[in-house]
């Protein structure tokens, strides 16, 4: 529930559920470990435990016998998990605090091409089952769905009331917990599917290494 001192007042329910998994694989004395989990509104939106599992012990297996490789130039797939990380440092770069702070090489860069043209970022605030969905944001603003990057080119930044008001974009994207004001926060970021498939796209690199110069 909240309430603030412009009127609103307003409340939603929310519910999650997990199921995690770390196994350990022995191999000639030498041990390794990964993990896998699964996590959604209900029980509904979570893989099979054996599927959790599964994927979980090929994370493991594949660690044993891992070795260094020669330094080179090569071509990089993210995986999800990866990918995840570099979501959020640009995040980072994208929230209203860090602009108005000159803290970010974005600042003053809307309408620019900043990324490939394949690169999508999506927050959608009011994604059916998600996670980070909610009707209202910390400030009681509307949520909605923004694309702050549009096919590479940067159309907004990420913003509450009070970084909006100092960089010029549109609010309705913050966050705040139990105690403390509020700040900029996300709902449901990602980056927006491709058309091909992860396995395609992994299938699909060369080979190609060269020793540095």
Avoid at 64 to 69: E, M, P, S
Avoid at 124 to 140: A, H, I, K, T
Avoid at 145 to 162: A, T
Wanted: proline share 6%; aromatic share 8%; charged share 25%.
């Amino acid at each position: 529930m909240l309430a603030n001192t412009l009127g609103f007042l307003g409340s939603y329910r929310s519910s999650s559920i997990s199921l995690s998994v770390v196994p350990v694989a022995e191999r000639d004395g030498v041990m390794e470990r990964d993990y896998w989990y699964t996590v959604g509104r209900g029980r509904s939106d979570l893989l099979a435990p054996e599927e959790v599992g599964r994927i979980a012990a090929e994370r493991t297996l594949r660690r044993l016998g891992a070795r260094k490789v020669a330094t080179a130039e090569v071509p990089v797939v993210f995986d999800p998990e990866t990918a995840a990380d570099l979501l959020g440092h640009v995040f980072g770069a994208i929230s209203g605090y860090a602009v108005f702070r000159g803290a970010t090489f974005l600042k003053d860069r809307l309408g620019e091409t900043i990324a490939s043209p394949l690169l999508t970022m999506v927050d959608d605030g009011r994604r059916p089952r998600g996670l980070g969905s909610r009707p209202f944001d910390g400030e009681g603003s509307p949520t909605r769905r923004n694309v702050p990057i549009e096919r590479g080119v940067l159309r907004h930044y990420l913003c509450d009331w009070y970084s909006a008001r100092r960089s010029g974009t549109p609010d309705g994207s913050a966050r705040r917990g139990v105690s403390g004001g509020p700040s900029v926060g996300a709902g449901n970021l990602c980056f927006e599917a491709g058309d091909t498939l992860p396995e395609a796209i992994i299938g699909g690199v060369e080979r190609v290494s060269t020793s540095p110069t």
